[in-house]
């Protein structure tokens, strides 16, 4: 669950701590499921706050499922769209 306005995470109950980089990467994934975004769309999902390469989006990614995964080698949530970038699972 991701409250907006505090800017906090629950992940199967429990409050995860966010960098922002990461709670805007994973707001902006989560609120189009399905759809597979480039890391240079996803830099976007930083609006020019801070200096960001394609790779910084892949080293977010990483950390990200690591807090929110069960298991960040087997995601079920933040999946690979391979040669395209990276996808919110779609309930």
């Known amino acids: 669950m991701l409250d907006l306005e ?3 995470t629950l ?8 960098t922002n980089q990461e ?11 399905g759809i597979a975004f480039s890391r240079a769309a996803l830099l976007k999902a930083w609006n020019g706050d ?20 069960r298991d960040a080698q087997d995601p079920k949530l933040i999946l690979t769209a391979w040669a395209d970038g990276y996808t919110f699972v779609d309930f």
Do not use: C, N, Q, W
Request: hydrophobic share 45%; no cysteine; aromatic share 8%.
């Open 6 to 8: 505090r800017r906090e």
């Open 11 to 18: 992940v199967r109950g429990e409050a995860v701590e966010l």
């Open 23 to 33: 709670f805007d990467l994973l707001k902006f994934l989560a609120a189009h499921p």
């Open 50 to 69: 801070t200096y960001v390469t394609e790779r910084t989006v892949d080293a977010v990614v990483s950390r990200l499922r690591r807090k929110i995964e």
